[in-house]
């Protein structure tokens, strides 16, 4: 006989769903920011992480940096389907407002990371 589920309550459930999102989220969109060539798959990826935000809401309001994913989540699916309508592939990767790369990539002290010249 199946045993049922064991009873947790709602911060529990609450927590395994945020988790679970959380997990799809960051999927997406570092396969969005690595893969070669962007595609359907990727915008259809974002809707369903979307759509996964969406159900977070059954537990309450949503908070804030959700509401931000989700709003990124709507704008990533639109921006590449629109792209490929075009016949092109979308301008940018990733979030359009994250800085550029090469400044990530700065020193703990500021200065850009040392890059030895070719020996001739």
Same mark, same amino acid.
């Given at each position: 006989?199946?045993?049922?589920?064991?009873? $947790?309550?709602? &911060?529990?459930?609450?927590?395994?769903? !945020?988790?679970?999102?959380?997990?799809?989220?960051?999927?997406?969109?570092? =396969?969005?920011?690595?893969? &070669?060539? +962007?595609?359907?798959?990727?915008? +259809?990826?974002?809707?369903?992480?979307?759509?996964?935000? $969406?159900?977070?809401?059954?537990?309450?309001?949503?908070?804030?940096?959700?509401?931000?994913? %989700?709003?990124?989540?709507?704008?990533?699916?639109? $921006? +590449?389907?629109?792209?490929?309508?075009?016949?092109?592939? #979308?301008?940018? %990767?990733?979030?359009? !407002?994250?800085?550029? &790369?090469?400044?990530?990539? =700065?020193? #703990?002290?500021?200065?850009? $990371?040392?890059?030895? &010249? #070719?020996?001739?």
């Amino acid at each position: 006989m199946k045993k049922g589920l064991p009873t $947790s309550d709602k &911060e529990e459930l609450n927590a395994y769903v !945020n988790n679970f999102v959380l997990t799809v989220f960051a999927k997406a969109d570092k =396969e969005e920011r690595e893969v &070669e060539t +962007i595609t359907k798959k990727q915008a +259809i990826d974002f809707k369903r992480v979307n759509d996964f935000i $969406s159900v977070l809401g059954l537990f309450g309001a949503l908070d804030p940096d959700w509401e931000t994913k %989700r709003k990124y989540c709507i704008f990533k699916a639109g $921006s +590449i389907m629109q792209a490929l309508k075009a016949g092109k592939q #979308p301008d940018f %990767r990733g979030n359009p !407002n994250d800085p550029v &790369e090469e400044e990530k990539k =700065e020193d #703990p002290f500021g200065q850009a $990371s040392y890059q030895p &010249e #070719p020996q001739p």
